[in-house]
């Protein structure tokens, strides 16, 4: 696929706007990028995924800066979600590439993890406070969630932090903790994963690579909006910004369905 400057600016554009308003919620925008890039910019599928991982390596470090000089980078929770992210993405990138190489089956399983997780998260949120009440995941159960994240994160290029994060926030998580650690995880797992993508496209036909000047002009408008959403995020109210994370994945979740049946 070549890559017009028409093209290029409007995928530098959606990186920017998008990583704007998902970074304070955790959520790399990878989520929100992948239909821009099937809908309007036309990338060839399965190249769709590893330029959407591509996006959250350039994307990411933007996010991660803010966070990093606020004090909120890094903790236990990070490299618990670090240490299942990174093997599930390997293994998620081999699945897409040799079992799942089309767009439908994504769209049907997306639309089935993020529609209910969306729904449990804004029921959590505006339930009485002590059905709300904080409640502290297990180490080896974060790493096992965050395992099965990965490989979908693999599969389809979303970022498993936009799937777990929404779990530990409905746990009871305090944002400000999980979209540091989400962030991180994804970014992690989205290195490994181009990398991995990149090595199967030296050694299976097809559109496998990554879509390289495309994912690096809209990971540089992600850049950018990332690190404006991370200094948005402590002026943001904590109930607003779990709302915010739930109506995010519902929305999604309803697109995807939607074009799934199209």
Do not use: K
């Amino acid at each position: 696929m070549e890559v017009t400057w028409s093209t290029g600016l409007a995928g530098f554009a959606a990186g920017l706007v998008i990583a704007m308003v998902t970074a304070p919620i955790g959520v790399s925008g990878a989520v929100f990028l992948l239909p821009v890039q099937l809908s309007v910019l036309h990338v060839p599928n399965p190249a769709v995924t590893p330029t959407n991982l591509l996006f959250n390596v350039v994307a990411g470090p933007g996010a991660l800066l803010r966070y990093a000089r606020a004090g909120q980078l890094g903790g236990r929770l990070a490299r618990q979600m670090v240490a299942g992210t990174v093997p599930g993405v390997v293994l998620g990138a081999l699945i897409r590439v040799f079992l799942l190489p089309g767009a439908q089956l994504f769209r049907l399983v997306a639309a089935a993890v993020l529609l209910p997780l969306g729904v449990w998260l804004c029921q959590r949120t505006l339930a009485p406070p002590v059905a709300a009440r904080r409640a502290e995941s297990r180490g080896r159960t974060v790493t096992a969630l965050a395992m099965g994240t990965g490989v979908i994160g693999g599969i389809y290029g979303i970022g498993g932090g936009s799937i777990l994060g929404p779990v530990l926030v409905g746990r009871g998580q305090p944002v400000a903790v999980v979209a540091p650690a989400a962030l991180a995880s994804t970014f992690a797992a989205s290195l490994v994963g181009a990398v991995t993508y990149a090595v199967l496209a030296t050694t299976t036909t097809g559109d496998i690579a990554p879509n390289w000047p495309l994912g690096l002009l809209s990971g540089l408008g992600g850049l950018l909006g990332g690190y404006l959403g991370a200094r948005l995020q402590p002026r943001l109210p904590e109930t607003a910004l779990r709302l915010l994370l739930g109506s995010t994945a519902i929305a999604v979740g309803i697109l995807y369905l939607a074009q799934a049946g199209a």
